[in-house]
């Protein structure tokens, strides 16, 4: 079983910049794509960027410019570098993983992780 453990979660005020880190661990083959996602209290989880396994990277709108994110391979880690925090950016953050496993035939095939997320708050 694979674990996704994320990090650096905090209290931040607005233009701030914070740092988010996750960590996969487990019964890895190889991490294809990660990503993160966020919620907002009694809103619907989003995308806010994702990267795949060779360095291809994708944005939400409300993050470009702001946020960057980037992946250790060896380590199978990724992370989100926040700048510029916004009130808006509040919510809950959720690392994900798309896992390549080998079954017991030696069939490779593709799973979904996730994280139990980091609360990041953005408040004077």
């Known amino acids: 079983q694979v674990q996704l453990v994320e990090s650096g979660g905090g209290l931040v005020q607005p233009g701030g910049s914070l740092r988010l880190s996750c960590a996969a661990s487990g019964s890895i083959f190889s991490v294809r794509t990660m990503g993160w996602y966020r919620q907002a209290p009694g809103k619907q989880r989003e995308l806010v960027t994702v990267i795949t396994g060779d360095g291809s990277t994708n944005y939400a709108d409300s993050v470009k410019g702001r946020f960057t994110i980037s992946r250790d391979n060896a380590k199978n880690t990724v992370s989100l570098q926040m700048n510029s925090l916004k009130p808006e950016d509040t919510g809950v953050y959720y690392c994900?993983?798309?896992?390549?496993?080998?079954?017991?035939?030696?069939?490779?095939?593709?799973?979904?992780?996730w994280g139990k997320g980091t609360l990041v708050t953005v408040s004077s």
């Open positions: 994900h993983a798309e896992v390549a496993e080998i079954n017991a035939k030696g069939g490779e095939y593709g799973v979904d992780y």
